[in-house]
């Protein structure tokens, strides 16, 4: 379960335990004005950001203490790192070859929703299992159906072996604190809430 790294920063990859519907949300921070009976919003952030929830099952002390430990590294809201949405953003038409640039996907309209922006909808989450899941970037579109990616997974993966193919997000915690709920002295849940943060995207 081991947690490790894309473009030098962590991928939180731990699959959801689907307990509750996540609640996603794409909204923009805005600096609001108020006074003398008039009020003004002005958008501070060039791009929507994507937020959301979900809850993980740890089933072992160890898997617990590892959570714990990346919570630390994160230092709260402070770090930025990687998480998927873990919805099937991305519907494969077919295999996925070791040496393929190219994923073959069901229509979805991807250059109208998903623009040259420079983060949301560009990076793609492959999850297979919790030990195997690869993070690529969208390069391109080659025809509706085409999305070129950055790089080879190095090994081929059948569409029957991927869980779900879902948009991989740079962000952070947006809570304060962190609390598991112990359903068995070695089995727990936890929640927790992750924000995009899309001006993080040009500093890679």
Known sequence: MAFTMYKQKYVFHLFPYWRRTPTDV???WTDDFS????STAEYIEDYPSYRTTHTFLLKNLQEIDEVNSMLDTFLGRLTAFWFPSFRKDIILTSNIGSSATVINIEEMEYSEFYPATPGSGR???????RNKWFARKITGVSGPTVLDIES?????????????VS???LGRFDIDEFEWSF??????TIELVFKELPKEYALL
């Open 26 to 28: 794409m909204s923009k």
């Open 35 to 38: 006074g003398m009976g008039y």
């Open 123 to 129: 990076y793609i989450f492959i999850y297979v299992n």
């Open 152 to 164: 080879s997974l190095g090994e081929q993966v059948n569409m029957s072996q991927i869980k779900c």
């Open 167 to 169: 948009f991989l997000y």
């Open 183 to 188: 359903h068995t002295p070695e089995v727990a």
